[in-house]
């Protein structure tokens, strides 16, 4: 039985291998959750959420380069290079765009940056009382309309968007396998009683019904992800519950009751194992749409909260500049929504052929 369960999976493997658009979307998918992890070593805004606003470069072209003058606090506090890494930096420095400096001993002089023809304000700091640097800043995204790096917005976004979908499926696959498993392999009473909670559950809107389990539970980034996760749960136990009412009458579930063995082996060591392939292809396809909801969520104002980066959020925010000359601020996290969620559904459809033991 070993020799022909690794065969089988050894056999799918193969088939997987040879489906270009499946190991790409893979790949794809390991890329984006490795920059979900590390977002802000790769961030050039490293501060929390990418959340340093220089509001006088408010929704500059891609490629715009400033001078930046970082005036450091007195009140800087410490903080792990573990909490920096996962988390990003306390960001206490004051930053100030600038259009030109000199300095002269130990005083700067310097003149704050300022769009459409304005003459910026000229300022000036001594360095024995103030410690400060400058430097050269090149936005290679371009900056949003609160002068936020886009391109570090679009990295850190991806860690709510990747992740959603790791809990959101997660807990579908958990409820919605124990709720098919219990009402396939029982049936009776017990059947129609989930399958009525499976079908009062199917018929109310996905969107209407996170919105309301959302407003039940608050706002937030944790919120959110239980919402949607707890809305994905029946498509899943639908087929768990076909899948085993199917396979509970195979002569190797029948030799494990003559065995004596309980019902919660029977169904966890016997069936399940067997009846996987069509769950993993709907886990791979609730993986796009638990990203889909969380970014129309986002767009409604109720999925993650500012400052939090979330590409729906980021959609949000500049929908209305798509007709004021700049669409690129509302086209680059959409497109990014658009590449995940194409990804997640190609790599289930080569997992649907790879896992076809007719093909």
């Not at 290079?81 to 988390?87: M, P, Q, R, T, Y």
Request: with cysteine; glycine share 8%; aromatic share 12%.
């Amino acid at each position: 039985m070993g020799k022909t369960t690794n065969s089988l999976g050894q056999l799918a493997l193969q088939k997987f291998k040879k489906d270009f658009w499946g190991v790409f979307s893979f790949g794809f998918i390991v890329l984006v959750g490795l920059v979900s992890i590390f977002a802000y070593v790769f961030a050039p805004d490293s501060s929390q959420n990418a959340n340093q606003m220089h509001l006088p470069i408010h929704s500059k072209k891609p490629g715009f380069s400033i001078d930046i003058l970082k005036i450091e606090s007195d009140n800087e506090r410490s903080q792990s290079a573990l909490s920096k890494l996962f988390f990003g930096k306390n960001v206490v420095a004051t930053e100030i765009a600038i259009s030109e400096h000199r300095i002269n001993g130990d005083e700067l002089n310097y003149k704050e940056y300022a769009s459409d023809g304005l003459i910026g304000v000229e300022k000036s700091i001594n360095s024995s009382q103030k410690k400060y640097s400058i430097s050269n800043k090149t936005f290679y995204l371009g900056t949003d309309k609160y002068g936020r790096d886009l391109l570090s917005r679009v990295l850190v976004g991806a860690r709510i968007s990747f992740f959603i979908g790791f809990v959101a499926v997660f807990i579908s696959l958990f409820i919605g396998v124990f709720m098919g498993s219990v009402s396939g392999y029982y049936g009776g009473k017990i059947d129609a009683f989930i399958m009525w909670i499976i079908n009062v559950t199917w018929s109310i809107p996905t969107l209407l019904l996170v919105i309301a389990i959302t407003l039940a539970l608050g706002k937030g980034f944790w919120q959110v992800f239980i919402a949607v996760g707890l809305t994905m749960w029946v498509e899943v136990a639908r087929v768990v519950r076909g899948q085993i009412i199917s396979a509970k009458e195979m002569q190797y579930v029948t030799a494990a009751r003559a065995l004596g063995f309980k019902d919660f082996r029977i169904i966890t060591k016997h069936i399940l194992p067997n009846i996987m392939a069509p769950v993993i292809v709907i886990c791979a396809a609730n993986f796009a749409a638990a990203i889909l909801i969380e970014s129309g969520l986002s767009f409604l104002g109720i999925g993650a909260q500012p400052p939090m980066a979330s590409w729906g959020a980021m959609i949000k925010d500049h929908y209305n500049y798509i007709i004021l000359g700049k669409p690129y601020l509302a086209l680059v996290p959409g497109l990014c929504i658009m590449s995940l969620v194409m990804a997640f559904m190609m790599i289930g459809n080569a997992l649907r052929d790879a896992l076809d033991v007719k093909s």
